[in-house]
């Protein structure tokens, strides 16, 4: 099941995550999720990212556009401080991994790949949600299910 909320009225954003995936743990593979950033500014930046995960899977984030692996989180918190947490692109040095948007392109790709623990016994779906980060504060842009069965 995917989620999608919809706000009439709310308050307009430059970046805006615009799907969302279902998925099915395998526990041979990862499990990807893709997520398409829509960008609507003009000036190029850097978007500071995080994925946090209703349960600890292990999560990689990859820029889909460029295939370069922008971060770590070994414990899907949403947090780039713990043991085997891993942050490769952080242009404006706040501590998240940073995915490149510039004015040319109005969308960019978020890969996550997900590493659910083999023995998922009891959790029925996991819930993987994308925050950005927009003045000064951390919303959630996206959000993702793996289901568990």
């Known amino acids: 099941m995917a989620f999608w909320e919809y706000d009439a009225g709310g308050e307009e954003h430059g970046v805006s995550v615009i799907n969302a995936n279902v ?11 893709y997520n398409e950033i829509f960008y609507r500014d003009e ?17 990689e984030i990859v820029d889909d556009v460029s295939g370069r692996l922008l971060a770590v989180d070994a414990t899907g918190n949403g947090d780039f401080t713990g043991s085997g947490d891993l942050v490769f692109r952080d242009n404006n040095r706040d501590g998240f991994p940073d995915l490149r948007l510039s004015a040319e392109d109005d969308f960019a790709g978020l890969l996550l790949f997900g590493f659910p ?7 029925e779906a996991l819930e993987v949600t994308v925050d950005l980060f927009d003045d000064g504060e951390w919303r959630p842009a996206g959000r993702n299910r793996f289901i568990l069965d």
């Open 23 to 33: 998925a099915i743990h395998n526990p041979f593979y990862a499990v990807p999720l």
């Open 43 to 59: 000036k190029p930046r850097d978007q500071s990212i995080r994925v946090r995960t209703s349960y600890p899977p292990r999560v």
């Open 117 to 123: 623990e083999p023995d998922l016994s009891g959790v």
